[in-house]
């Protein structure tokens, strides 16, 4: 008996919140239909201690042990059945995504099979008073409680961050008490305090780190901070995959270092690119809520890594295949980060669909001397660091961005994707080479109206820097410009030539930058460079 009344004090201890109060109060106060009553040495200051810990207005002073018995019906030995109920009655346990969750002083928290014998042993052994449940018995009780209609499914709540002892409230940006009525869509593993308040003042080594990771470009700056900010929330309308490129020594992999610390380790998986499309890999990311590595994987990326890409990055369904057991359709709701020092080759039929789900960043910056205590310093600051991103993701919120954008990045990620570009589908000339022949021209012509361009011309200035035929010029000037050709004196000429530019549908953002080089026709004269007299 004594060690049933430590056993009472260490479950209200460690698990106080887990008990739900209604659940024992209705057991306790059932009544009793039995005339068996038991008379057990210190049980009724066992049941004292629980009405006094957990605040019951009941009555103290009484074995409540028979009115149990009864109200499950149990003669001499509980049944695994009764055991079930018993732990469904008593605990606060729910379900969410078929794995059970109990209520504690971090909010609902997951428990492994082994964490969960041990919270329903000690409350069985508790509640019965005399009566141990062996280790097979409890196997069958957490077996029967996974299938139980009983227990309720959580709902995610996007409007929440649970950040262990508290809550922070994305519509008040409040820090709040944990609620067993809120279960929130992202936990962090930040520390907290209830007179914690967002502030425009950002932690100075984070402001240096942020500042020589976008080269000391402000705009630049601002676009990954503000990223960073959407990162620790729900938030999927900004979301995008990062993929940060670059060489050594600019402070890619400290990034994601420090963007996993914000998480809970059994919330973060290391996983290439490439990986994606593993039969059963995908399996491992159910619940998880990011992929952070510094490795991306092979710089050509798959069909199948891609459609699993897109769907991942826009929380669309996908299929699990799952080891020995039937294939199941879930939502990954994951961000990706990714650092790489090699230029990716997406397949270009895809580049509508990644253009507003991925953003490359460039990494510019080359740290001549490294801070090697820069990790640990930036772990320091991780609450005020939170706070001011807080605080610039409620900027955000107040002006309603629609989307989080910057010059160089979409650049990068438009050349990436061979965004804007349009290949010739038979031609024995390889992408790499349509595409840096149209690159060439790109920066060639100058967009100007009225203007002519004799094709010859237009060839050999292209010629001079790529081996490629006359023919396979011309037929990329016609995919990628708006133009016609027309003769004279017997000379094929380009006119009003223009880049051809994607409407915004479909969710693409047109590229209009104009080129500023040196090729271009005015006034209908005829242009003809110095060094091409002899043409």
Same mark, same amino acid.
């Given at each position: 008996?004594?060690?049933?009344?430590?056993?009472?004090?260490?479950?209200?201890?460690?698990?106080?919140?887990?008990?739900?109060?209604?659940?024992?109060?209705?057991?306790?106060?059932?009544?009793?239909t039995s005339d068996n009553e038991e008379d057990l040495p210190q049980a009724e200051e066992i049941y004292n201690l629980l009405i006094e810990e957990?605040?019951?207005?009941?009555?103290?002073?009484?074995?409540?042990?028979?009115?149990?018995?009864?109200?499950?019906?149990?003669?001499?030995?509980?049944?695994?059945?009764?055991?079930?109920?018993?732990?469904?009655?008593?605990?606060?346990?729910?379900?969410?995504?078929?794995?059970?969750?109990?209520?504690?002083?971090?909010?609902?928290?997951?428990?492994?099979?082994?964490?969960?014998?041990?919270?329903?042993?000690?409350?069985?052994?508790?509640?019965?008073?005399?009566?141990?449940?062996?280790?097979?018995?409890?196997?069958?009780?957490?077996?029967?409680?996974?299938?139980?209609?009983?227990?309720?499914?959580?709902?995610?709540?996007?409007?929440?961050?649970?950040?262990?002892?508290?809550?922070?409230?994305?519509?008040?940006?409040?820090?709040?008490?944990?609620?067993?009525?809120?279960?929130?869509?992202?936990?962090?593993?930040?520390?907290?305090?209830?007179?914690?308040?967002?502030?425009?003042?950002?932690?100075?080594?984070?402001?240096?780190?942020?500042?020589?990771?976008?080269?000391?470009?402000?705009?630049?700056?601002?676009?990954?901070?503000?990223?960073?900010a959407v990162l620790l929330t729900a938030n999927r309308k900004l979301r995008r995959g990062l993929i940060f490129y670059g060489t050594a020594n600019?402070?890619?992999?400290?990034?994601?270092?420090?963007?996993?610390?914000?998480?809970?380790?059994?919330?973060?998986?290391?996983?290439?690119?490439?990986?994606?499309?593993?039969?059963?890999?995908?399996?491992?990311?159910?619940?998880?809520?990011?992929?952070?590595?510094?490795?991306?994987?092979?710089?050509?990326?798959?069909?199948?890594?891609?459609?699993?890409?897109?769907?991942?990055?826009?929380?669309?369904?996908?299929?699990?295949?799952?080891?020995?057991?039937?294939?199941?359709?879930? !939502?990954?709701? &994951?961000? %990706?980060? =990714?650092? /790489?020092?090699? +230029? #990716? *080759?997406?397949?270009? $039929?895809?580049?509508?669909? @990644?253009?507003?789900?991925?953003?490359?960043?460039p990494c510019e910056y080359y740290v001549e001397k490294a801070d090697i205590d820069l990790n640990d310093k930036l772990k320091s600051e991780k609450?005020?660091?939170?706070?001011?991103?807080?605080?610039?993701?409620?900027?955000?919120?107040?002006?309603?961005?629609?989307?989080?954008?910057?010059?160089?990045?979409?650049?990068?990620?438009?050349?990436?994707?061979?965004?804007?570009?349009?290949?010739?589908?038979?031609?024995?000339?390889?992408?790499?080479?349509?595409?840096?022949?149209?690159?060439?021209?790109?920066?060639?012509?100058?967009?100007?109206?009225?203007?002519?361009?004799?094709?010859?011309?237009?060839?050999?200035?292209?010629?001079?820097?790529?081996?490629?035929?006359?023919?396979?010029? !011309?037929?990329? &000037?016609? %995919?990628? =410009?708006? /133009?016609?050709? +027309? #003769? *004279?004196?017997?000379? $094929?000429?380009?006119?009003? @030539?223009?880049?051809?530019?994607?409407?915004?549908?479909?969710?693409?953002?047109?590229?209009?930058?104009?080129?500023?080089?040196?090729?271009?026709?005015?006034?209908?004269?005829?242009?003809?460079?110095?060094?091409?007299?002899?043409?």
């Amino acid at each position: 008996m004594n060690n049933t009344m430590k056993l009472a004090e260490q479950l209200l201890s460690e698990n106080k919140e887990a008990i739900d109060r209604n659940g024992l109060i209705a057991l306790l106060e059932s009544q009793n239909t039995s005339d068996n009553e038991e008379d057990l040495p210190q049980a009724e200051e066992i049941y004292n201690l629980l009405i006094e810990e957990l605040n019951f207005e009941i009555s103290t002073d009484i074995n409540y042990r028979s009115n149990i018995y009864s109200y499950y019906g149990i003669k001499n030995k509980p049944k695994d059945t009764d055991l079930v109920q018993m732990a469904t009655q008593i605990l606060n346990v729910k379900r969410f995504e078929s794995k059970l969750f109990v209520f504690s002083k971090e909010g609902w928290q997951k428990l492994d099979d082994s964490e969960l014998r041990s919270i329903v042993g000690k409350t069985i052994q508790v509640i019965l008073i005399d009566y141990t449940p062996t280790q097979s018995e409890l196997k069958s009780v957490i077996d029967g409680m996974k299938e139980s209609a009983d227990i309720d499914e959580l709902v995610e709540d996007e409007r929440y961050i649970g950040c262990h002892h508290y809550l922070f409230d994305l519509e008040q940006f409040q820090v709040i008490d944990n609620s067993i009525d809120i279960f929130p869509k992202t936990r962090l593993d930040v520390e907290l305090d209830k007179s914690d308040s967002i502030t425009s003042s950002i932690p100075p080594h984070f402001g240096k780190y942020i500042s020589e990771l976008a080269n000391f470009d402000d705009d630049l700056r601002y676009f990954l901070i503000q990223h960073t900010a959407v990162l620790l929330t729900a938030n999927r309308k900004l979301r995008r995959g990062l993929i940060f490129y670059g060489t050594a020594n600019n402070g890619k992999s400290v990034y994601i270092k420090l963007m996993r610390s914000f998480f809970y380790r059994q919330d973060v998986v290391s996983k290439t690119l490439n990986e994606l499309g593993g039969r059963f890999d995908k399996e491992s990311l159910i619940g998880k809520r990011l992929i952070a590595s510094d490795e991306i994987g092979e710089a050509k990326i798959g069909e199948k890594t891609v459609n699993d890409f897109k769907k991942l990055l826009s929380v669309e369904p996908i299929h699990v295949d799952r080891k020995g057991r039937t294939q199941v359709e879930v !939502k990954l709701d &994951v961000k %990706l980060l =990714f650092n /790489t020092n090699a +230029v #990716l *080759n997406f397949p270009p $039929e895809h580049a509508k669909a @990644l253009e507003r789900r991925i953003a490359v960043i460039p990494c510019e910056y080359y740290v001549e001397k490294a801070d090697i205590d820069l990790n640990d310093k930036l772990k320091s600051e991780k609450k005020h660091i939170f706070l001011y991103l807080m605080y610039v993701y409620k900027q955000m919120m107040i002006d309603d961005i629609e989307r989080i954008e910057n010059e160089k990045v979409t650049e990068l990620t438009h050349d990436w994707l061979n965004f804007g570009y349009t290949f010739m589908d038979k031609s024995n000339t390889s992408r790499d080479k349509q595409k840096e022949c149209i690159k060439l021209l790109r920066n060639t012509i100058v967009k100007k109206e009225n203007s002519r361009l004799k094709v010859s011309d237009l060839n050999n200035q292209i010629k001079k820097k790529l081996s490629l035929s006359s023919q396979n010029i !011309k037929q990329l &000037v016609k %995919l990628n =410009f708006d /133009t016609d050709t +027309v #003769l *004279n004196n017997g000379y $094929e000429y380009w006119i009003d @030539l223009d880049w051809k530019t994607t409407q915004e549908e479909n969710n693409i953002i047109p590229n209009n930058k104009e080129i500023s080089e040196s090729i271009y026709e005015d006034d209908q004269d005829d242009w003809i460079p110095e060094e091409d007299d002899e043409l």
